[in-house]
């Protein structure tokens, strides 16, 4: 491939200034509106992401709150998870999906993933299973949904609940079914460089349980329905409602900015498939993904990875380190070989850059100098 010398030798793993040209209208005007009514805590356009978003998955509630690491605690506590108690989740996450379990006083039981997906591995579940397991959090990584139908025997066998980490899937989907939608309450969040981002922290909580999302405003209020009642200790949790604006504003973007994602997966696909030393996603049967991250797996990857960004290039690494080898849960006691899947990805994954308004030709540019790292020694 040919470039022009004119192409910039830069590209973001993530370009919000292109999606901050195309909303900066829009959103400067709502920030207006909540100026002029100061209405700063709460308000119609918090109501009105709520909606929103709850009809754009199909669930009958959608509670906004302050970040996702949040919205995974509290539809932990909502669900029942107590102190004490065993809450499965795959060892190839982000640790806020551990942290949320930690702050309860349950105790993160990591399990490893399967090899092709790096999503949670449902047979490893069944055997982690206990009588103290309480919930299992079906995490879904990289825009691609969990194989949550699957984790559903080991979870009726102990009575656990399936609690979902959505978000990496905004907009996916399970055989016709939104991520978000398919244990029984789900968190989400909308940090700004997810599918659907905010201007700063912001998540949410979804279910269709009318119990679940009453007790999750609950807590996310103080353990307050009614100012200076506090039937429980809560939290404070809300969702900003400048978030809500940004949020509001690209919601309507959403499905079409999901689409581009996918084209360009496309597009790194063409490139790549014959490629050998390089093993790319893949999207498993009944998924629809919406290519949150572009990861594949390569040796040498801290070598490649230097090169890349030494080319202007922002590839980045999803995640270098399992959970259980880092120093916050090195008291589980869980040493390197306990979970080898999760164990080799880390050493060999590398995200290339992806979003929706990246270009063919920037693609071909990470690709050329991909390639140029992958043959040097």
Known sequence: ??????????????????????????????????????????????????????????????????????????????????????????????????????????VPVPVDVDPDYLLIDPARVSEAITANTQAIVAVDLFGQTAFVEKLKPAADRAGAVIVEDAAQAQGASRNGRSAGTLGIVAGTSF???????????????????????????????????????????GMNSRLDTIQAVVLNTKLRRLAAWNERRREAAARYLAMLQDVPGIVLPCTAEGNVDVWHLYVVRVLERDRILAALNAAGIGAGIHYPVPMHLSGAYRHLGLCRGAFPVAEEAAATMLSLPIYPHITAQQQEYVIEQLLSAMERP
């Open 1 to 106: 491939m040919t470039l022009s010398p004119t192409f910039p030798l830069t590209v973001p793993l993530v370009d919000l200034g292109a999606q901050q040209e195309e909303i900066v209208h829009e959103v400067e005007d709502g920030i207006r509106k909540v100026f002029a009514r100061t209405a700063f805590i709460g308000g119609t356009e918090v109501t009105e992401f709520e909606q929103a978003y709850a009809g754009f998955l199909g669930v009958r509630h959608c509670v906004g709150v302050a970040n996702g690491t949040d919205a995974v605690e509290l539809g932990l506590r909502a669900a029942g998870v107590r102190p004490g108690g065993e809450v499965i989740l795959p060892a190839n996450t982000f640790i806020a999906t551990a942290e949320a379990v930690s702050r309860i006083g349950a």
């Open 191 to 233: 940090y700004p460089g997810k599918n659907l981002g905010a201007a700063g922290d912001a998540g949410a909580v979804l279910t269709d349980d009318d119990r679940i999302a009453a007790r999750v405003r609950l807590l996310g209020a103080h353990g307050s329905l009614v100012k200076y009642e506090h039937d429980e200790i």
